[in-house]
């Protein structure tokens, strides 16, 4: 995707095909950093490490503090003069096959009620073709803002599940070596509990499909559809990605049933949680004593910023007080208090249930920080969108820069935190890899 600051493939790109190329002087998050850099004594308020970076073969192969590296024969050499470096970033939970469709499914009420409703007749549109026209251009714009994993979950109501999980499968193909696509299927949690969950489970996985997904509603019924979706999955050997508590109603607890319903039933597989906002107000005692059993029950969370402040506390025109007192957000610092794994991600871009969006994970980073407080964290907060989003959507090798690591690098405009919390949208440079050629170029 062109835009005005695009930095087309460098004419020295041929020269990288099979070579070392060696990056000095770039400033590297801590918290992304192997071994004893990563515990680098820094400043809170600057929590970057000038680093030089050894890349090879589409891998890092070594990182060390600037000037540390002793030069090696043949290497190309690019001095990134204190440019702020970071690994391909991690979208952990997206919805492509809604993305896009604002100009002709738009919600005027800004409430959750009316996206499920206009997005629910706009599936009429949702041919192959339209899903792929629309996924596509998605895909670019993540591409274009370094995005490297993206998840996305698919709505799996049949019948047109079997067309929208071949469409992003194709896409899957078609992206590999530039970004990794995986799938979750969104259904009802309680489809599984009928004589369709297996069907939705089976299509979903023949296409590819990381892990079983749906969103939960409460109701009382709600733990023995937990306990028969859990047991769909452990017979298949995968996770699960859930939608759970995107509401402001503190008697929805569904994040908590799913713990308890996780440790009942000892799964031994991976379970996300998205959204979780209810839980921002309920009593303190009782988040506390959900946040524990989500620790126990080994859960990670996900939380969507950017869509839930637009969609949560929507007051009606007629409602006093008319402005909002509450925007959306789960107990992010708290989670991560209690060493709860959290990610924070796209979700819904230019569509009913967020009218904005490009894909652009450091503009929901710097967001994130804001919203959330994040800048009294700082060193840890960029694992939102790369380490921990990674581990949570099973890559732990990504979202890095250390050994092993995917040559797959995102070099900002900005020389500090500072520059790039304030101008997210800078200018981008890319170091891209061919996994058989070794880099592949400057773009």
């Known amino acids: 995707m062109d835009r005005p600051w695009h930095i087309p493939c460098s004419p020295r790109a041929s020269l990288l095909n099979r070579r070392m190329l060696i990056l000095r002087r770039a400033l590297v998050p801590v918290s992304l950093l192997p071994g004893p850099l990563a515990r680098t004594a820094v400043d809170a308020v600057e929590p970057a490490l000038l680093c030089d970076v050894t890349l090879e073969a589409g891998r890092i ?14 290497a190309v050499v690019e001095d990134l003069e204190g440019a702020l470096v970071w690994p391909g970033l991690v979208d952990a939970h997206v919805h ?19 996206a499920l409703m206009v997005l629910g007749r706009d599936k009429d549109h949702w041919t192959a073709a339209d899903l792929e026209r629309r996924a596509e251009f998605s895909l670019r714009c993540a591409y274009a803002h370094g995005t490297r994993i993206i998840r996305t979950h698919v709505d799996t109501g049949l019948p047109w599940a079997e067309t929208s999980h071949a469409v992003m499968a194709a896409l899957r193909s078609r992206w590999a070596g530039r970004i990794e696509l995986q799938t979750v299927p969104l259904c009802g949690t309680g489809d ?52 759970v508590d995107e509401n402001g109603n ?8 799913v713990a308890e319903a996780v440790l009942r039933t000892e799964f031994p597989y991976p379970v996300v949680c998205g959204h979780c906002c209810s839980l921002g107000v309920q009593p303190p005692a ?41 925007r959306g957000l789960t107990l992010i610092q708290d989670m991560l208090d209690a060493g709860i794994p959290v990610a924070c991600a796209s979700d819904n871009v230019r569509d009913a249930f967020f009218a904005y969006g490009d894909f652009d994970l450091l503009e929901v980073y710097a967001q994130s920080v804001r919203l959330a407080h994040l800048d009294t964290r700082l060193a840890e907060s960029v694992r939102v969108v790369s380490a921990t989003a990674a581990d949570i959507v099973g890559r732990p090798d990504a979202g890095r820069i ?11 405009a900005a020389r500090s935190f500072s520059e790039l919390l304030s101008r997210p949208a800078a200018p981008l440079r890319r170091w891209r890899t061919d996994p058989h050629a070794g880099i592949a170029g400057l773009s």
């Open 250 to 257: 503190p008697g929805s607890e569904c994040l908590r049933l």
């Open 61 to 74: 192969t070594a990182v060390a503090a600037a000037g540390a590296m002793a030069p090696a024969a043949g």
């Open 286 to 326: 009782r988040q506390r004593a959900t946040l524990d059993l989500v620790r126990a029950a080994g859960l990670k969370v996900i939380s969507l910023p950017l869509c839930n402040l637009y969609l949560q506390d929507r007051r009606a025109a007629d409602a006093f007080p008319r402005h909002p007192s509450w």
């Open 96 to 114: 492509l096959d809604k993305a896009h469709t604002w100009h002709r499914a738009p919600n005027r009420s800004a409430t959750f009620a009316e």
């Open 192 to 243: 599984f509990s009928t004589a369709r969950g297996e069907k939705i489970a089976d299509l979903a996985l023949r296409h590819g499909a990381s892990a079983l997904g749906g969103f939960a509603v409460m109701s009382p019924e709600l733990p023995a559809h937990f306990d028969r979706e859990l047991a769909i999955a452990r017979e298949r050997g995968v996770g699960l990605d859930l939608h």
């Open 402 to 412: 250390a050994p092993g690591a995917p040559a797959q690098l995102v070099i900002t």
